[in-house]
């Protein structure tokens, strides 16, 4: 009688962050905990770390200290899977911090290791540089990181990458957005350190004068900066007649941004006016984070009706890049009802990765006290927020589902056939307790078809083995980790155990893939097709 050749055969799938198959260590609430290998920790780490932040588990410096370590050690062993990973954190993820700091280290443990000049993958070390800044005010900002860490020796990779990464960003309009007093890097300073090579005569003009201005020198702003020049007439008008910048067209050619514009008019001008003035010129995140002035300050509904527009179109949400739960907060910040819709459909866009799951799908959501410490010291929300965002599309995407918030006890969530996102992420009770994992998933499971477990892994000790133990083998069992701590709470990379994890939805996209009998892949890779 065949053992293997059955009619039900099924290939075994893998996925990208992997664990051994037995427990190494311990969660930090005593659990038996997997170890990843380094890319897997790495990834899960980097896609929830805001660097320099505190987590309930790990201060600021432990983190930072292992991120750093875990970079120099694939950096050295693999730089193109580097590579594509920064190009991918720092676009896709749209995270800063980490992406910037990781290309950092990344340069400086290559450049360190023995032989490295001669290594294959040499070549990515510029590229990694140059593909982690998208912003005008970033090459300043990884100078400053170089030289408060390592001194004023910057490597030529680095100098060759921000010089690369300058003459694509700096522009009349960001000089006068980010080139402030406020910054201890300069562009100024970044032209002297990296020389970049402009990219067109204007953009020569434009670092000649920066130069000047850093030095000041009273130099006479160049014919070419059209941008620039109406920038200091209608400053210099605004100081007598305050109500020219109630004038969009004049506004956006100064390349002037809301917040000089409000410093400028002070209390001399009706601020719905003004707030009606700037909208026009703002940028997604701008009008995002200023939801609640629009009702403060009363502007008018058919103004409200185009930010509102704005928000709640695709195009511009997948342009912005902003993480799914920034509009629960600003849902929660906002004081009037008007843009509840316009943030529930933005909010739904920008999970545009997570699937619609058929069967039945158990979907728990962790809620204990470690998920209730803030994603960063700037935020209002936790992790347990984001871990309700996702927790909610999925069980409106999902076609039996059962969604569960759980800390030391659990409870169900009702799901409302064609709900909202946003309200039914504010409908998880309280939570604040353990992380009693392994017994929600013994209460819940009934013979569902998968189980997903939003998280930051760190169960509870008990006696059941690891916490996916009830559920059988081949039924899937995905973790959704939102925390990047060193110890996952089950196997993962192969069978039908899997991690993935972050801020934004990209890898929800594995699921579909590893239930169609596929292997997962990173989110930067092309899925490879299935045999015919």
């Known amino acids: 009688m ?3 050749n059955l009619a039900a055969v099924r290939a075994a799938v893998r996925s990208p962050v992997r664990s051994a198959p037995a427990a190494s260590g311990r969660t930090y609430n005593g659990a038996p905990g997997f170890a990843r290998d380094a890319k897997g ?9 805001m660097v320099g932040e505190d987590t309930f588990y790990e201060g600021a410096g432990t983190r930072d200290q292992r991120y750093e370590r875990l ?5 050295v062993a693999d730089p193109a899977w580097m590579l594509d990973f920064l ?9 800063r911090s980490a992406s910037l700091v990781g290309a950092a280290e990344a340069v400086r443990a290559r450049l360190a290791a023995t032989g490295a000049a001669q290594a294959p993958g040499t070549a990515a070390n510029r590229r990694m540089v140059d593909a982690v800044l998208r912003r005008a005010d970033e090459p300043g900002e ?6 408060s860490r390592y001194g004023r020796a910057v490597p030529k990779p680095v100098k060759r990458g921000v010089a690369d990464a300058a003459a694509r960003l700096y522009s009349e309009f960001s000089l006068l957005k980010y080139d402030t007093t406020a910054h201890g890097v300069r562009f100024a300073d970044v032209l ?4 970049p090579s402009p990219a067109a005569p204007w953009q020569g003009d434009l670092f000649r004068y920066a130069l000047a201005r850093r030095h000041d020198r009273d130099d006479a702003v160049p014919e070419s900066l059209a941008m620039v020049r109406a920038n200091a007439r209608l400053r210099a008008v605004a100081a007598d007649e305050p109500e020219r910048l109630l004038s969009s067209d004049e506004l956006r050619a100064a390349g002037m941004t809301w917040e000089d514009a409000l410093s400028l008019a002070g209390t001399r001008v009706d601020k719905a006016r003004l707030w ?14 200023n939801l609640r002035n629009f009702d403060e300050a009363g502007v008018p509904d058919e103004v409200a009706e185009t930010v509102a ?3 709640a179109d695709p195009a511009q949400v997948a342009r912005s890049g902003q993480l799914p739960f920034r509009f629960l907060s600003a849902y929660r910040t906002a004081t009037s009802l008007r843009w509840a819709h316009a943030l529930d459909k933005a909010l739904t866009a920008s999970l545009s990765n997570v699937p619609a799951l058929g069967g039945r799908t158990l979907i728990l959501v962790d809620l204990s006290g470690s998920m209730t410490g803030p994603v960063s010291r700037h935020s209002r929300l936790n992790r347990a927020d984001a871990a309700k965002v996702f927790g909610a599309a999925l069980a409106l995407r999902a076609a039996e589902p059962t969604l569960v918030g759980f800390d030391s006890s659990s409870e169900r969530v009702p799901v409302p056939k064609g709900g909202s996102v946003l309200r039914l992420a504010e409908s998880f009770p309280r939570g604040g307790g353990g992380t009693a994992t392994a017994e929600a998933v013994r209460r819940w499971y009934r013979g569902h078809d998968r189980v997903l477990i939003v998280t930051d892994e760190q169960a509870n000790a008990h006696g059941y083995g690891e916490v996916t133990a009830p559920v059988p083998e081949d039924r899937p069992v995905y973790t959704w980790n939102v925390a990047g701590y060193r110890h996952g709470h089950a196997p993962s990379g192969s069978g039908t155990r899997h991690t993935f994890g972050g801020l934004t939805d990209a890898a929800f996209r594995q699921i579909p893939l590893l239930e169609s009998g596929r292997d997962g892949h990173w989110p930067w890779e092309a899925p490879v097709r299935a045999a015919a």
């Open 2 to 4: 065949a053992k293997f």
């Open 41 to 49: 920790e790495l990834f899960l780490l980097a896609v929830t770390n």
């Open 71 to 75: 970079v120099h050690e694939v950096a």
């Open 87 to 95: 190009t991918w954190l720092r676009s896709e993820a749209n995270l």
């Open 142 to 147: 990884l100078v400053a990181y170089w030289l």
């Open 192 to 195: 002297d350190l990296t020389h």
């Open 276 to 289: 009606s003035a700037l909208i026009p010129t703002m940028g997604y995140m701008a009008l995002l984070r």
């Open 309 to 311: 527009a704005r928000l």
